[in-house]
């Protein structure tokens, strides 16, 4: 990317009836669903220089080497999931080594294909970053707001992103102690509904980092898989390998080294 020269490399870690006419209205209207998604979202559609300046990828050929790094992450991870959706856990090794950047290239990186949506949730309720990344304003709360209060609307805290098919839910009010909400019996059953909804809905969970709190360990619970940030040349392979220690190994997708300058 011309603005950070970000480099992503990404590994594995660990070895005709009525029910049938319904299934197919069903997915008719997602699939319309997700096509207005896509005409909504690009309504004031970020430029790809506007992207650039977010550290973030697009479709042109100026980024192509990132893009196509984020696109064989994506492979990867529908490769380990086969036909149904899924919720991806992307969390740091340490702060700073850009756990938050990956995890919103990579959403951006399944809103390229026409088919999908992405939902990203900004779950680092410390160092919230994703609304400034994504340029959003959320004038309506975030996570916290849904979390804390029963009455909000949903549909209320998923803002559009400037990106066709993306959306962000982002994390409201900081939260020194974020531990309890992520158990909650309400945050599962949130991320049910957002994932129930639509098919074709990929979510993913940007976490804080994996150093000096146990939110991420926390979060795991509630995702399919788990996806490491180690900086390169910043976190230690010890460092990584503790971390990736806390995770069920089932979950791990894998570790990926993000180089910044």
């Not at 005709?16 to 096509?35: G, N, P, Q, W």
């Not at 804080?208 to 900086?231: C, M, Q, T, W």
């Amino acid at each position: 990317m011309k603005t950070s020269g970000d480099k992503v490399f990404s590994e594995r870690v660990n070895n005709v009836t009525d029910a049938e006419a319904h299934a197919f209205e069903k997915h008719a209207s997602a699939s319309h669903e997700i096509s207005r998604m896509g005409v909504a979202g690009s309504g004031n559609a970020l430029a790809p220089l506007q992207l650039e300046q977010r550290r973030m990828i697009h479709r042109e050929e100026s980024v192509r080497q990132q893009s196509d790094a984020f696109r064989e992450i994506r492979t990867r991870l529908l490769g380990l999931a086969g036909p149904q959706n899924f919720v991806t856990l992307v969390v740091s090794v340490s702060p700073g080594s850009g756990g938050s950047f990956v995890a919103c290239n990579l959403a951006t990186a399944f809103a390229f294909d026409e088919a999908k949506t992405s939902l990203l949730i900004d779950c680092n309720l410390r160092y919230p970053d994703q609304h400034k990344m994504l340029s959003v304003s959320p004038t309506t709360g975030g996570l916290i707001d849904l979390l804390e209060l029963p009455k909000v609307d949903i549909g209320s805290i998923i803002y559009p992103t400037g990106i066709p098919r993306l959306r962000l839910i982002p994390a409201g009010k900081v939260r020194e102690n974020s531990g309890e909400y992520f158990s909650s019996f309400r945050m599962r059953t949130l991320l049910d509904s957002l994932r129930c909804r639509y098919a074709d809905r990929y979510i993913f969970l940007d976490g804080p980092a994996i150093k000096g709190s146990p939110d991420a360990r926390i979060l795991s619970d509630l995702a399919d898989f788990v996806i490491v940030v180690a900086g390169y040349g910043r976190d230690t392979p010890s460092a990584i390998n503790q971390s990736v220690a806390n995770f069920d190994p089932g979950k791990m997708a894998g570790v990926v080294f993000n180089q910044s300058p």
